[in-house]
């Protein structure tokens, strides 16, 4: 997309795909976990583009849709795929462009948050060793946190709670039809995506949406309604005076 761009205010950053090389580890894990069945058998990227975005049990049972011949139960498959993950969460590296992008925005006051599908627990584990998440401080919402009552995504629940929790933002609540100041508000939120349901999510929330998936999921297409408003390759390639934002040489 092309052309001006509608300001943004406030950033929601995803986490998974996005911040982290998680979905490596993701691949790796689901993989041992379909050796339970005994037969040679491994998730395809069609498998892994519907999981991406997903809380986990909804990624399992999506998952094991895909072989109705076998007989891993959802329990025994999240017990091993949990099991090989927990070994590998404390090396998953940065993406880059994520660090430049945090600190500029942290150095200009910009109102920050992560809304991400992961459980809290594999937060910590998974970001425990990347001091870049503390310039968040504390404004981080799980797919877990169950004092929110919030619908997965593609819903687009857990941006706009994020949004209103933390960053004070007149959003409106996910299950009522936003009023016109709550619709301008939730417009000023930029939101970070890898994955197709959270571009989904983003869109729905009413917020600008800038994508960054793999590669291999780009190469499935994308039949849904919604379209986020701009496409990269990597966060590199983000120009934040495309948005409103302060220009990184400042």
């Not at 580890?25 to 519907?50: C, F, Q, V």
């Not at 404004?139 to 877990?144: F, H, L, R, S």
Request: aromatic share 8%; hydrophobic share 40%.
């Amino acid at each position: 997309m092309s052309g001006p761009r509608q300001p943004v205010e406030y950033v929601l950053f995803d986490m998974d795909g996005l911040m982290i090389d998680s979905e490596r580890i993701y691949t790796i894990a689901t993989n041992e976990a379909l050796k339970l069945s005994g037969k040679d058998i491994e998730m395809t990227w069609e498998i892994k583009a519907g999981c991406m975005g997903l809380r986990e049990r909804d990624a399992a049972v999506h998952t094991l849709s895909f072989f109705p011949d076998i007989s891993i139960s959802v329990e025994d498959f999240l017990v091993e795929r949990n099991r090989v993950q927990d070994t590998l969460w404390p090396t998953v590296p940065l993406l880059p462009g994520v660090r430049k992008i945090v600190h500029h925005l942290k150095k200009h006051d910009i109102p920050m948050a992560v809304a991400t599908s992961s459980r809290r627990r594999n937060f910590e584990l998974k970001t425990a060793h990347h001091d870049i998440f503390g310039c968040f401080d504390g404004k981080i919402v799980c797919g877990d946190d169950g004092q929110y009552k919030m619908q997965g995504k593609p819903a687009p629940d857990i941006f706009l709670v994020t949004a209103k929790t933390f960053l004070d933002r007149a959003v409106g609540s996910p299950n009522t039809e936003p009023s016109e100041v709550e619709g301008l508000e939730r417009a000023k939120g930029l939101v970070f995506e890898d994955a197709l349901a959270g571009m989904q999510a983003g869109k729905r929330a009413g917020m600008s949406v800038v994508w960054v998936p793999d590669p291999n999921l780009l190469k499935l297409g994308h039949p849904v309604d919604e379209k986020p408003d701009q496409i990269l390759s990597s966060l590199e390639d983000f120009k934040p005076e495309e948005w409103g934002l302060p220009p990184f040489h400042t």
